[in-house]
């Protein structure tokens, strides 16, 4: 049997090249060793948005980039969070047993209140209890997650384990799959990669679009000249050269770092190789653009898939509780 894969996601709209090798690539390869379910996360959105006018856009714009890139309805449950409504009684359920004080010692619930200090809502703080209920609804057993995101899980373990402790082995204890390409620069070679920053990358560009971000890019900041000698190991754009144009990456680095390429010409090797690698995605994606009403039906038909699991868990979690 194949044990069961649960990834949720922030409906942040297009894709950009760091959601596309941080998570996106891996979604696809899991799913054919395991049984995955993905989901956007709409209501764990809610916790920093104020107004959620785009929120149908953002939601609509990342499926199509997921499913051009490979995500297979036929072999995985894609959803929106909000369409199975049993993830809402889990999470009050399980808020019965979190102790308040491991939630308020997360540290990005601090960062997210000092972002946002007027608007720190219950929904911030009860944050990983939504997370752990989002896994644990599915009883998966792997969570693919980035560094950044293993504080949460390791939370999410604990909350499944005390449940576990208090009415009996209900909840598998969730164990974290690094992504391989876990942190991916943006343009301005200081940031994880993102479009709240405005240095990203969107998959969804065209050909022409792509060349121009990449040549926005900062790279090396000792090379000010032509003639200034590089040092790819710091370059942002040397990254990429590694994972899009691997078999030219080091000798890439050798001509930087005797000045025998300049960041230009450089930039649009990568810029080339970015496309030929996107092409089949900005086909698949032109296709299925065409097709608005595919994208309601893919979620709807997961949503019902979901529930399905969603129903069972909580039905033994009422019963183990004494709610039936
Ligand atoms: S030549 Fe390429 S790797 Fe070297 S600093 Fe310029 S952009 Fe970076």
Redesign the pocket.
Known sequence: MKHRVFSGARPTGKQHLGNYLGAIQNYVNLQEEYECIYCIVDVHALTTLEDTGGLQKNIYDMMLDWLSAGLDPRKSILFVQSHVPEVMELHTLLSMVTPLGWLLRVPTFKEKAKLQPQNINYGLVGYPVLMTADIVLYKAKVVPVGEDQLPHLELAREIARRFNNLFGNTFPEPEAKLTSFPLILGLDGKEKMSKQLGNDIELALSDEETIERVMT?V??PA?RYRNDL???EI????KL?EYFNPLKSSG??E??RTAK???V???ML?AQEINFTLKPFRERRATLANKPKYIAEVLADGAERARVIARETLREVKQKMGLT
Request: glycine share 8%; with cysteine.
């Open positions: 890019a790279t090396d090379r590089g040092h790819p370059c942002n754009i040397y050269q890439i680095a001509e930087c390429i300049g960041c010409e450089c930039k990568l």
